[in-house]
């Protein structure tokens, strides 16, 4: 089957810096995409999310981009926080009436003091 | 904080024994969901439920069972728990997102069950 996979399992980068985290999709007919980051121990927690209808959104130091013409997705941190590390992974809705969603295994962000 | 809490936290359990993890939400979601999370997987669905009484088998339902007698509770059963079912369980509802009211997934804290 399809499934949601991200280019670099592993990203290490300055406090202060910018993040760009990023993910691959395969299907096509996918029409919602979720940026989730999971901190060690705990569940996942929402980021922000993006419908196939825009390119782009924006919450509080975060971006999403999403390039559907090459399938992809990407989340970008600004002004990166030790706070901020955890393991990131996308997903997408497959669609049909019972919303099941398939999930990347994730990118793991350290900060670095 | 997505009103969700799972139960027990932590289990540790040995091959052939039943176990039952319950799901509890506060927030009268309609649609709930158990995933397993293994190293080198992402997220896997193993049932879900679209409401009471109402389920249906996710990708890896092999060896797990659920049921929803009530709308706030979901509980995910191993009928005899083996150790390739060691794993860490989460369970999540559905609920709107912030992407023009699209819904979306919201997870709770994660079961962490050991079988022996």
């Known amino acids: 089957g399809e499934s949601v996979g991200l280019h670099l399992p592993t990203l290490s980068v300055q406090e202060g810096d910018n993040s760009i985290i990023n993910c691959a999709y395969s299907n096509s007919a996918s029409d919602y995409f979720i940026w989730y980051k999971q901190e060690s121990g705990k569940g996942p927690q929402f980021i922000i999310d993006?419908?196939?209808?825009?390119d782009k959104r924006q919450g509080q130091r975060v971006t999403v981009l999403l390039n559907k013409t090459v399938k992809h997705l990407s989340l970008q941190i600004a002004a990166t926080q030790p706070g901020d590390s955890a393991v990131y992974f996308c997903?997408?809705?497959?669609?049909?009436?019972?919303?099941?969603?398939?999930f990347g295994k994730g990118t793991l962000l350290t900060v670095n003091p | 904080d997505a009103g969700i809490t799972q139960s027990p936290r932590h289990k540790v359990t040995e091959t052939g024994t039943p176990v039952t993890l319950r799901c509890h939400q506060t927030e009268n979601h309609r649609y709930m969901y158990w995933y397993r999370q293994d190293p080198g997987h992402g997220l896997r669905l193993i049932h879900y439920?679209?409401?009471?009484?109402?389920?249906d088998k996710g990708e890896v339902s092999d060896g797990y069972s659920v049921s929803r007698s009530k709308t706030e509770d979901f509980l995910l059963t191993l009928e005899s728990a083996t150790s390739s079912q060691t794993s860490v369980y989460f369970c999540?509802?559905?609920?709107?997102?912030?992407?023009?009211?699209?819904?979306?997934?919201?997870f709770g804290p994660g079961t962490r069950l050991t079988v022996l």
């Open positions: 993006i419908r196939s209808n825009m």
């Open positions: 997903a997408e809705r497959n669609g049909g009436s019972n919303y099941k969603l398939t």
């Open positions: 439920s679209y409401g009471v009484k109402d389920t």
């Open positions: 999540a509802i559905r609920r709107t997102g912030t992407a023009g009211g699209t819904d979306t997934q919201y």
